[in-house]
């Protein structure tokens, strides 16, 4: 039998593989709209869609999160400490890295095939609509981002849920979840990226993401930038919200070393929480831990109340951040890490420093052509004994050799070889690994090569 939609779903392992081909099927007809490297920045589609069936978007409350860096973490570990609390929550977040699944959880697991299949067919008549609408307006239908928003409220509802951790996909202003109101809304850090499509300058892109503050909401800041604080703040004021920023509000006191990521201790907005596990590895993850905090704090007591000792150790010590300095390997170790902008790339750097006891590091890399590609190579080059060049399945991916060229400027000759394909790449790095137990793998640079390397180890058994 299926997994029950109401329980969530373990969409790999527990349900009858009948609803896995439907599945596929509902990814391919969201593939064949506009792709997410091409966002339609307008609300008016994704709220008529919502509209049409009976605003699901408005079932639960929701806490909206956007940034540059750490969203996702962030997302999750909200989302954690939530279900530890004993709700029932509702997660959506991208990109995936194996299956579309992973994008919507409930309770913590990803959706369940039949619940995802049984929801999209009740809400594809009304997707075709809002696509006539459209196109009798001289527009474009609804992308594949704003279907799938559309799809996680209609399976949220479906749930239901009592609460929504909403990940922004791009931006904020005109993101389609921001069809949303958030009660709270959270900002990671928040620097240079997607600058196309977002703004030239970190104030430009702060004032796009701060276009899901709504009136009276409750906001929760990680450190920024001077440019970026500015623009929250006015946003703030705009909209008679309220304000948590870190270091002033609530704070990271320390972190320490442990095995299998890190301890903890915060001072949240109501509580000081001391020594609390981590099983994710760098300082910047703790750093969201900290703002993962205020944000639960906010949205449970509005800041005024501490959180229990149990249901937060609990809610961090359960938490999971896939494909973000994540080990998949074993003899010889192999870690990925998404890395897609120099900001993730620095964070990555300075944690394999800190956190682990390799002399060299073969950096087995592949980057989306809209990224920066030199500055993530910068950030990455002090710790990299050789570089692999690659690139994924995707056709965003930097070809190979353009790539590597890309890679020389900053390299130290003779460390930068270049291989068509990831399974190629992975051989080789892991065999230059096992010549010592002082070297490591890490495949950096994109989601989509992540997301391939980690089923490579685990069809091959590397763990």
Do not use: C
């Not at 299926?2 to 329980?7: E, F, I, P, R, Y």
């Not at 969201?30 to 091409?38: D, Q, S």
């Not at 849920?161 to 949303?180: F, Q």
């Not at 800041?303 to 973000?324: K, N, Y």
Request: aromatic share 4%; glycine share 8%; charged share 25%.
């Amino acid at each position: 039998m299926a997994a029950d939609a109401a329980d969530g779903g373990d969409a790999f392992d527990l349900e009858d593989a009948e609803y896995e081909e439907a599945a596929d099927e509902v990814y391919r007809e969201l593939l064949a709209r506009i792709g997410e490297a091409n966002p339609q920045p307008r609300l008016d589609a994704t709220r008529r869609a919502v509209e049409l069936l009976g605003d699901p978007h408005r079932a639960a409350p929701v806490i909206h999160i956007t940034g540059t860096n750490g969203k996702t973490s962030t997302s999750r570990m909200i989302e954690s400490i939530l279900r530890a609390a004993g709700l029932r929550t509702g997660l959506l977040t991208s990109p995936h890295l194996r299956r579309v699944n992973e994008r919507i959880v409930i309770d913590g697991l990803p959706v369940s095939n039949e619940a995802l299949v049984r929801n999209w067919d009740d809400i594809a008549p009304f997707l075709a609509m809002v696509d006539t609408e459209l196109e009798a307006a001289d527009q474009a239908p609804l992308s594949y981002f704003e279907a799938l928003t559309v799809l996680a409220f209609a399976v949220f509802a479906d749930a239901p849920v009592d609460v929504v951790v909403l990940e922004v996909g791009m931006g904020g202003e005109w993101d389609s979840t921001n069809v949303a109101d958030g009660q709270v809304a959270v900002f990671t850090p928040i620097a240079l990226d997607h600058e196309s499509r977002l703004g030239r300058t970190v104030a430009e892109i702060a004032r796009t993401k701060a276009g899901i503050i709504k009136p009276a909401a409750s906001v929760v800041t990680a450190i920024q930038s001077v440019e970026a604080l500015d623009e929250l703040q006015a946003a703030v004021a705009h909209n008679e919200a309220s304000l948590a920023i870190e270091r002033r509000d609530f704070a990271l006191e320390s972190t320490t070393v442990a095995v299998g990521g890190q301890l903890v201790t915060i001072r949240g907005r109501a509580g000081r929480y001391p020594d609390v596990y981590l099983p994710l590895y760098g300082d910047h993850q703790a750093q969201n831990a900290a703002v993962a905090v205020a944000a639960v704090e906010s949205f449970l007591g509005d800041g005024t109340r501490a959180l229990d000792a149990d249901v937060l150790a609990a809610g961090l010590g359960e938490a999971t951040s896939p494909g973000r300095l994540q080990l998949v390997g074993i003899d010889p170790t192999v870690l990925v890490d998404a890395a897609h902008n120099p900001h993730g790339a620095a964070a990555l750097a300075t944690a394999l420093t800190e956190y682990f006891d390799f002399d060299e590091f073969a950096i087995v890399l592949g980057i989306l052509a809209d990224k920066d590609a030199l500055g993530i190579v910068e950030q990455l080059e002090p710790v990299a004994s050789r570089f692999l060049v690659t690139r994924s399945g995707s056709d965003r991916a930097i070809p190979a050799d353009a790539l590597a060229r890309v890679v020389q400027e900053v390299a130290e000759p003779g460390t930068v070889t270049t291989v068509e394909h990831i399974e190629t790449a992975l051989d080789l790095a892991r065999g230059w690994a096992a010549e010592s137990p002082r070297r490591a793998v890490v495949v950096a640079g994109s989601i989509t090569l992540v997301g391939e390397a980690m089923a490579i180890a685990e069809r091959d058994g590397w763990k």
